[in-house]
């Protein structure tokens, strides 16, 4: 059956806010936690990198900050058969460069996006429906998935749209000098300083609603405690992810306002299921195993029930975090009623661990960043005692993000603590990108850093992918959630909340998707 889905026709939107007409005398400058590490747009599929790109590079669908769809580039679209995605674009767009904007810039950025070169986790996986782009004509894109793909708006919403007449030639290294950073969106570019920040103006020219601030500097602090500070001196305006347990100290203080939403994201370890010995992982005495334990279900059960979540999200979180058993929270399409969050109980574990050969344990290294997510490190040593308990000696090393995304990306770690947003509001995104098997040619498992593979479970992911009627494909979606929760393909932990804290005088929309955006800011009434 012909199903029809269309973007709301709307050719300008309405800014609420009173009096934001004018621009204000002061740039807005946000400090963001989390580690951006490239202005290519399509370099690295991270949180931190897309709070950048989406100032300065529009999509071709958009997303409010309750993740619902609207319109972006394109005003419009629809199917016109099971197969194909028409799409409307909006007239009198220009570049930051003046050039118009066509649909044949839609059409060399699927093509570009799928294979940026060295990078550490791409932009593949959203364009994997994307079968073959026709430019109608400069304002009409038609897109063929070859199968239903009912998912096709929500992943472009992911995609920033660069030009052709810049992008053909140009490389990771043009953008990060500006000669290539050329959208769009609301934003231009200015200049770009690594591990420090990035300075943008304001494009007079955006076809979006007026914006107040004339310039804004997006800092890089992954120091929560120098954040709260900065934002408390007035050094900066908007900070993102405040420390837990700063919250309700923050809530009091008439110098600043905090807002906060539930969130999408999920934090995992990912376990190392591709070495036939996986990386760092030993017998007690340091020497190599004869097989991998990570191999092995009893040993991922008993890592999991060995694992207090009510402790990591009441203590180490201090109440900002929901212990699961999945990726999504309750209430959300395609949530598994059925997965309980684990019970900690770490006699079972020890139980297991002997059932599966391990009677005495082993030794491991639990690898974390230590400046990507609240309290990262902190939870990694917690989770390294609680292994102990239970006779599997862990050792905890901790990296910045800029190099643990790299070596995670390449597989060095047997286990790794990671993670993942779900904005797309369902369970298909994390399926298709964290747990299939990594299939680059199919826009599989991208992000798949334990290279776990279950033909069975692939199987379930793309049927459900592929289901045009919603609730036939949600009931696939949790039958694929329910094989996850006995196989163990990675060990879901907690979802975070997000929040984020305003100076007096600004306030800000939380975002479920965590981008930290300056068109979400504007003066306080």
Do not use: C
């Amino acid at each position: 059956m012909r199903q029809f889905v269309r973007g709301l026709l709307v050719a300008s939107v309405v800014w609420s806010g009173a009096g934001l007409g004018a621009a204000q005398a002061e740039p807005l400058r946000i400090a963001i936690g989390g580690a951006f590490t490239s202005m290519d747009p399509h370099f690295y599929n991270a949180t931190p990198n897309h709070s950048v790109a989406m100032h300065i590079f529009d999509r071709l669908v958009d997303r409010a900050p309750d993740v619902s769809l609207k319109p972006g580039l394109a005003l419009s679209w629809k199917t016109i058969s099971d197969t194909v995605w028409e799409f409307k674009l909006r007239p009198g767009v220009t570049w930051h460069d003046g050039k118009p904007f066509t649909a044949d810039d839609v059409a060399f950025t699927y093509e570009r996006a799928r294979n940026v070169p060295n990078s550490p986790g791409g932009f593949g996986g959203f364009l994997r429906a994307v079968k073959k782009v026709e430019v109608v004509d400069p304002l009409t894109l038609r897109i063929d998935t070859g199968e239903p793909a009912p998912n096709l708006p929500r992943e472009l919403a992911f995609v920033p749209i660069i030009s052709r007449h810049v992008g053909e030639k140009a490389t990771t290294e043009d953008y990060n000098t500006g000669k290539a950073t050329i959208g769009t969106g609301p934003y231009k570019f200015v200049s770009y300083t690594p591990g420090d920040r990035v300075e943008l103006v304001r494009n007079d020219a955006w076809w979006g609603p007026k914006q107040p601030w004339d310039k804004v500097t997006l800092r890089m602090i992954t120091n929560a405690g120098a954040r709260v500070a900065s934002v408390l001196s007035g050094d900066v305006d908007v900070i993102d992810t405040p420390p837990a347990g700063d919250l309700e100290k923050l809530r009091a203080d008439q110098r600043v306002g905090v807002s906060t939403t539930e969130g999408l994201r999920v934090i995992y370890l990912a376990l190392n299921s591709q070495e036939p010995v996986a990386a760092t992982v030993t017998a007690n005495d340091g020497k190599p195993l004869p097989k991998n334990p990570l191999l092995d279900v009893k040993v991922k059960q008993a890592l999991s029930i060995a694992i207090n979540r009510e402790g990591l999200a009441d203590r180490i979180m201090q109440k900002t975090a929901r212990p699961t058993g999945q990726w999504l929270p309750p209430g959300t399409y395609s949530y598994a009623k059925s997965v309980s969050v684990p019970a900690y109980d770490a006699n079972k574990a020890k139980a297991l661990l002997a059932e599966a050969g391990f009677p005495e344990g082993f030794k491991l290294t639990l690898f974390s960043p230590n400046d990507r997510y609240p309290n990262d490190a902190a939870t990694a040593q917690a989770i390294a005692q609680m292994w102990t308990r239970i006779g599997v000696k862990t050792a905890v090393e901790t990296l910045p993000w800029s190099s643990y995304a790299s070596r995670g990306g390449r597989q060095e770690f047997g286990v790794g603590l990671w993670g993942w947003g779900s904005p797309t509001g369902e369970a298909g995104y994390l399926l298709s990108n964290v747990v299939a098997t990594n299939t680059p040619s199919r826009g599989l498992g991208v992000f798949n850093y334990g290279r776990y593979s279950d033909p069975g479970l692939d199987k379930q992911i793309v049927e459900a992918l592929a289901t045009i009627d919603d609730d036939k494909r949600e009931k696939l979606f949790v039958a694929a959630t329910e094989t996850f929760a006995r196989t163990l393909p990675i060990i879901p932990l907690y979802i975070l909340d997000n929040a984020w804290v305003t100076r007096k005088g600004i306030s800000i929309d939380a975002r479920r998707d965590e981008r930290t955006l300056a068109m979400d800011a504007r003066p306080a009434k």
